[in-house]
Antibody, heavy 120, light 110 residues
């Protein structure tokens, strides 16, 4: 069965860095666009990044452009999000998800999420 | 980035039919498919409707989606207590090269 498991969240000071990972299993990871979506406490969903199956196409939300970097390792079935210059407003649960239709918003499987807290 | 517009809350009694709207523009809903997600308290979102009106296997036919122009709707008929959750619409925006989510609608079953 398809599984996505995020890790790497935690408490970090403003201006700091964190690297999130998402381990995928149960499907051919290298066939799919993957995405990161976050949800601030008590708030709605915010899409933040897409990476194509080959890593050739990458998109970012304006709110994280220039600070976050998405990458993947198809040999290890893993997705990553390098987060630099973190701000208090980046505090959220971060989900990885699979998009089965390319970059369309068709997120058919989600991980359980990992909490990132940015605070001094 | 802007969001798609949803009412923040909706409510109904068991057995009723409720609808949740999602309003966008020509660059997102007007030219791309709409997706709906259900988020039960304390859990990750779950795909509820894809490509405007298709249900994934396992989603009851009480849930239906529709789209017209730059707006979309999610309808839930035969409301049940377990439908109490947050509901989010989403669509790709070709002008922004981004996925936009609605702000979410919290459904309360009275």
């Amino acid at each position: 069965q398809v599984q996505l498991v995020e890790s790497g969240g935690g408490l970090v000071k403003p201006g700091g860095s964190l690297r999130l990972s998402c381990a995928a299993s149960g499907f051919t990871f290298s066939d799919y666009f993957m995405t990161w979506i976050r949800q601030a406490p008590g708030k709605g969903l915010e899409w933040i990044s897409y990476i194509s199956s080959s890593s050739r196409t990458i998109y970012y939300a304006d709110s994280v452009k220039g600070r976050f970097t998405v990458s993947r390792d198809n040999a290890k079935n893993s997705l990553f999000l390098q987060m630099d210059s973190l701000r208090v407003e980046d505090t959220a649960v971060y989900y990885c998800a699979r998009d089965r239709s390319g970059a369309r918003g068709d997120f058919d499987f989600w991980g359980q999420g990992t909490l990132v807290t940015v605070s001094s | 980035q802007s969001v798609l517009t949803q009412p923040p809350s909706a409510s109904g009694t068991p057995g009723q039919r409720v609808t949740i709207s999602c309003s966008g523009s020509s660059s997102n809903i007007g030219s791309n498919d709409v997706y709906w997600y259900q988020q039960l308290p304390g859990t990750a979102p779950k795909l509820l409707i894809y490509r405007n009106n298709q249900r994934p296997s396992g989603v009851p036919d009480r849930f239906s989606g529709s789209k017209s122009g730059t707006s979309a709707s999610l309808a839930i008929s035969g409301l049940r207590s377990e439908d109490e959750a947050g509901y989010f619409c989403a669509a790709w925006d070709g002008s922004l090269s981004a996925v936009l989510f609605g702000g979410g609608t919290k459904l309360t079953v009275l």
